[in-house]
């Protein structure tokens, strides 16, 4: 008898175990499920915003009474949004790579003022539709080129810069 008391007892205590562990998977599942459904709220925003300004000015594009100057800068701001926009799509599809555990960083050699210029242009719009004043100033010795992840450097400028934008 004492035998099998202590059977059930070593059983109950694996069950509880058990049991505990099954609720931390739980909330912890939870916990990510409530942070993609976060993510998907964000991202769906940050696609809107730039496809509105590509169909809005791709309609003073195709609009034969505006300027030809006017259609010129339409065509340069579908073009800046379409590149956010692409840029928006890599973050999410860069998010897969990650939880696939296949994310791949480079080591190149990248023209910094010319990423930088290239990352300032990117965001121009939302800065300009916010109304707000962004210069890039580079003071003391910059180095032509350094060793990096062009792409992934570009991200987190832009992700850094577009957060200080909307926090602004």
Known sequence: LYEVERIVETRTRDLENV???LASARDKAEAANSAKSDFLANMSHE???????ILGFAE????????????????????RNG?????????????SKI??????VEQIACPLRQLIAEVSELV?????????VFNTEFI?????????DPTRLRQ???????NAIKFT
């Open 19 to 21: 049991q505990g562990q």
């Open 47 to 53: 696609i809107r915003t730039p496809m509105t300004a």
């Open 60 to 79: 003073n594009l195709l609009d034969p009474k505006h300027p030809e100057d006017q259609r010129l800068d339409a065509a340069r701001t579908i073009q």
């Open 83 to 95: 590149e956010y926009l692409l840029s928006i799509i890599n973050d999410i599809l860069d998010i």
């Open 99 to 104: 939880e696939a555990g296949k994310m791949v």
């Open 124 to 132: 121009r719009v939302r800065v300009d539709s916010r109304g707000l």
């Open 140 to 148: 003391g010795t910059i180095p032509e080129t350094i060793q990096t």
């Open 156 to 162: 987190i400028l832009i992700n850094l810069i577009g």
